[in-house]
């Protein structure tokens, strides 16, 4: 049987409707903290249980009977808060007894990243790798479903795209093949104490986004480059909570420094195809 956490969340639900086509739907447990959120799952045969990051106990017996786990981790961004929340899953799974446990970590994992999130996935994976327990980390780059996000409304009407990236490139991955890769990896043999960067070739600066978008939009967009001061004060402009400032100009600082600019093969052999790239999503969302 294999647990999945954030179950009721995007990449939860991709990974789950991936597994589907490969296990019996009461083979997954969707592990929850509101069960309500997760009535289609239940509709679709698979075991709902409830479990909380912060009550360990609530983890322990949603996780009975699971030989894997796979820990998606929390939106929670205070760094402490984060990594004693991922322990307490880890825990949980040994309490549980669960053989393997995967866990969603980043590209390029560091405690001196300025992607708030990087600090705290470094500590789990140095927490699950003391764990004891048999693991497979998936560090993934930033999801091309973020870009629209990053776009915002405003870029094609004033055919002005900003960024603070730099010549920063980033390499990009589409959530819902996330999950299926996952779902792949859950369901075959050879994954245990693997790390992949789940960041696949080739990787795009902002300029070649707004280039791309241009291109598949039939809307001329300009690439205008700002300081990451810029940026925070446009984004603080538009009414936006400190912490999703202080997020998001990390986040691009981090681009600027190529953090997410990788190469790696592991996500198309996991996925057992090319995964979809810039031009073929920004198409999708955007094309005439
Ligand atoms: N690579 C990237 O570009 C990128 C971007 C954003 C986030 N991420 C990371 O990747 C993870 C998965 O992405 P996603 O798009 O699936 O995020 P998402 O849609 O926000 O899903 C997050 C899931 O975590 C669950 N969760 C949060 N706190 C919890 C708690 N205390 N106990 C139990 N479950 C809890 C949420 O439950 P509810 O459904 O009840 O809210 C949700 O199911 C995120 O949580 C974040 O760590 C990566």
């Not at 205070?78 to 309490?95: D, F, G, S």
């Not at 986004?209 to 700002?226: C, K, M, N, R």
């Not at 190529?258 to 198309?268: G, I, K, M």
């Amino acid at each position: 049987m294999i647990a999945i956490t954030g179950a009721t969340g995007h990449l939860g639900q991709a990974t789950i409707q991936a597994l589907l086509t490969q296990v019996p739907a009461s083979e997954i447990i969707a592990v929850v903290r509101d069960p309500q959120k997760a009535a289609a799952l239940q509709a679709q045969g698979v075991q709902v249980r409830p479990g909380d990051y912060n009550d360990q106990a609530s983890l322990t017996a949603a996780f009975a009977g699971a030989d894997k786990v796979l820990l998606i981790s929390t939106v929670e961004t205070e760094l402490e808060l984060r990594r004693q929340q991922h322990l307490n899953a880890i825990e949980a799974a040994k309490q549980a007894g669960v053989a393997h446990l995967i866990y969603t970590s980043v590209v390029n994992p560091s405690a001196e990243s300025p992607f708030v999130a990087s600090p705290g996935h470094a500590a789990t994976e140095a927490d699950l790798r003391a764990s004891g327990l048999s693991y497979t980390i998936f560090r993934n780059t930033l999801y091309l479903d973020l870009l629209p996000g990053l776009i915002g409304e405003s870029t094609l009407p004033s055919g002005k795209y900003h960024s603070a990236a730099g010549k920063g490139k980033v390499s990009y991955a589409l959530r819902s093949e996330i999950g299926e890769a996952l779902a792949n990896a859950m369901t075959s043999s050879g994954h245990e104490n693997q790390v992949y960067d789940i960041a696949p070739a080739p990787a795009y600066s902002m300029r070649d986004v707004a280039q791309t978008l241009s291109e598949v939009s039939g809307q001329p967009v300009e690439y205008v480059a700002i300081s990451n001061d810029d940026l925070k004060a446009a984004l603080r402009q538009h009414h936006l909570p400190e912490p999703v400032v202080e997020l998001l100009a990390g986040m691009t600082q981090a681009m600027e420094q190529d953090e997410f600019n990788l190469d790696s093969p592991a996500f198309e052999q996991l996925l057992g195809r090319k995964p979809t790239n810039l031009q073929q999503f920004l198409a999708s969302v955007y094309g005439k």
